[in-house]
């Protein structure tokens, strides 16, 4: 599920990060909800 929030790119995890300091996705493959918090998106940024 990283993997899709990798894909939405670095400039806007960091913009996301800026703003809301987390993301709620849907996973397009199992529909399942994710929420991330700033310290996990951040974890993210560091391996994209
Ligand atoms: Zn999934």
């Known amino acids: 599920m990283a993997n899709a929030l990798a894909s939405i790119g670095k ?14 996705l849907v996973c397009h ?3 399942k ?3 991330f918090n700033k310290e996990e998106l951040e974890n993210i940024l560091k391996q994209i």
């Open 29 to 31: 493959f199992c529909n």
């Open 11 to 24: 400039k806007e995890l960091e913009d996301i990060i800026k703003e809301d300091g987390r993301a709620e």
């Open 33 to 35: 909800r994710y929420q």
